[in-house]
């Protein structure tokens, strides 16, 4: 396939009204995409509930998109161009909505997670071919539009999928949270099949390509995947599942590289990420991942744990996460131009960091109202990383290496999603232990001050008709709910300090790289 197939329009070339069509049609595909990720988040106890299924079972309702799409999402650009984008787009949105209807009407926890794991690899082609489209049909002066509004996908997507859930749970059950798919699924067909040109299908391609390649790539992320999803819920090292899951994970990614590395006709060149801005882009890709998705993971949890928020009152927490970015995002794109796109993401990263050592300071009377002014200065701070980091991963890439870059990207931020996920949802337990047993030290019997504290408590339940040595028993637990929930709250404290800790330090590798503008072509980009 030559390279005029992927070259972008020149500068000045007006877009037409079907291109921008196209792009935003895939743009609402990849939002819908990243946000079924979370969508299930607020509304899991419900459908555990209808499922018949414990916590520790319905993890797998998650972990199964996830681990779907994080497999299918470096094999989309390969897979387009053998099937020709506008035909495989179009399919794999029809089987999307057809498995998202079939979660919808899950008869059991094994068909829900089937179910599931197939809407993931539909789902998961949207993410990288949004991004891919918008290098591919948009000309060099509008790029940085079209990567500002792919920015906003991988950022509100996964602060507005509790928000959605919950709001759609609370008012016509958990199916509908999976029936909703079909509005932006529609749009997106058609404007998929209205904005693209018809292409031949290269079947020969499959012929081509380098099998056991994907197959190590499947098997090794899939694995790894699996491994930090369900790590902390097995504990560990201790379960024979994670360890024949990092297994797994090690010889498939080892056997991907070796293979990609020495081979011709790899689905994805990985020959990528010896291109220092790229490499660069890559980093902060993952670590931005585990701050979008880990703080979408324990923020919700502290609320409804500590606070005792219901999903729908979550969900207008979070909600100032993503709605000042909409206002943002605009001027952030139009500034990417003018200015050094390294001084835009260091401050991107240190607003983010911020906003999560804002939070670092919680007590068991912290709720809502408390929080939303480190959630506005997170949402100043998002749309200054995303739009800068999608053109730090394009800048001076081949066009014939787009796909790749685009595949390589994504599942990089998705991937440090599920490590960010995986290391808070252990560090909670951890540091929850700690605390609770160093709390517990302090907590005497024979402390004044503890005595009098349950002799308050005991006649408390003593005035509510309990006999004595009731009033006294529940004056224990009672205590002890108090110890166990401020542990919790200060693992919740330690858990965003790590996260701030790593979004600071990823200042510092911004500026190994070589200056960036955004929607400035590399002699390389634009031959």
């Not at 919700?300 to 709605?323: C, E, F």
Request: with cysteine.
């Amino acid at each position: 396939m030559g390279n005029e197939n992927y070259l972008p329009p020149p500068p000045d070339q007006k877009v037409s009204g079907r291109t921008w069509i196209a792009v935003l049609a895939s743009l609402l595909g990849a939002f819908m995409a990243v946000l079924d990720i979370a969508i299930t988040n607020s509304s899991l106890r419900d459908i555990l509930g209808a499922l018949s299924a414990t916590q520790e079972e319905g993890s797998w309702i998650s972990s199964a998109y996830l681990v779907a799409e994080i497999v299918v999402i470096p094999l989309a650009g390969f897979l387009a161009m053998v099937f020709s984008t506008r035909r495989y787009l179009v399919i794999n949105v029809a089987l999307f909505l057809l498995f998202s209807t079939l979660c919808g009407m899950a008869w059991s926890l094994e068909s829900m997670i089937a179910f599931r794991a197939a809407q993931g690899f539909t789902g998961g082609v949207m993410i990288p071919m949004a991004m891919t489209l918008v290098t591919r049909k948009l000309p060099l002066n509008k790029r940085p539009i079209g990567l500002a509004l792919f920015g906003m996908t991988a950022t509100l997507a996964p602060t507005l999928g509790p928000t959605v859930g919950g709001y759609l749970t609370e008012l016509y059950g958990w199916p509908s949270i999976f029936y909703i798919n079909w509005v932006p699924g529609v749009l997106l067909m058609l404007g998929v099949s209205y904005g693209l040109d018809k292409e031949p299908m290269q079947l020969k391609l499959l012929r081509e390509v380098d099998w056991w390649g994907v197959a190590f790539m499947a098997i090794g992320l899939g694995s790894l995947t699996a491994m930090l999803e369900e790590g902390n819920a097995k504990d560990w090292f201790q379960s024979p599942f994670i360890i024949t899951a990092a297994v797994l994970a090690i010889g498939g990614i080892y056997g991907w590289a070796w293979r990609g590395l020495t081979r011709k006709n790899t689905f994805i060149d990985l020959h990528i990420l010896g291109r220092p801005s790229f490499l660069i882009a890559g980093i902060i890709a993952f670590t931005t991942g585990m701050g979008l998705y880990g703080s979408a993971f324990i923020l919700p949890l502290y609320l409804g744990q500590i606070a005792s928020y219901t999903p729908m009152q979550i969900g207008l927490v979070i909600m100032w996460m993503g709605l000042p970015q909409l206002f943002i995002m605009p001027f952030a794109a139009k500034l990417s131009t003018k200015l050094d796109n390294r001084v835009m993401m260091s401050l991107g990263l240190a607003l983010f960091a911020l906003s999560c050592f804002m939070n670092t300071h919680m007590s068991a009377d912290t709720a809502g109202p408390e929080l939303l002014a480190a959630q506005i200065v997170r949402a100043l701070g998002q749309p200054l990383i995303m739009i800068t980091l999608t053109n730090f991963a394009v800048n001076g890439i081949p066009p014939n290496l787009l796909p790749s870059a685009s595949g390589m990207f994504n599942m990089m931020r998705n991937l440090g999603g599920s490590v960010g996920i995986a290391t808070l949802a252990t560090l909670l337990t951890n540091r929850e232990h700690l605390h609770s047993a160093r709390v517990g030290e302090s907590v005497s019997l024979y402390d004044p001050a503890t005595q009098a504290r349950l002799d308050t408590l005991a006649q408390n339940f003593a005035s509510k008709g309990f006999d004595l040595a009731t009033a006294q028993d529940m004056a224990m637990k009672a205590l002890d709910n108090v110890v166990r929930r401020d542990s919790f709250v200060m693992a919740y404290n330690d858990a965003f300090l790590i996260l701030g800790i790593a979004l600071l330090a990823c200042v510092a590798i911004v500026w190994m790289s070589k200056k960036v503008m955004g929607g400035a072509a590399s002699a390389e980009a634009a031959h």
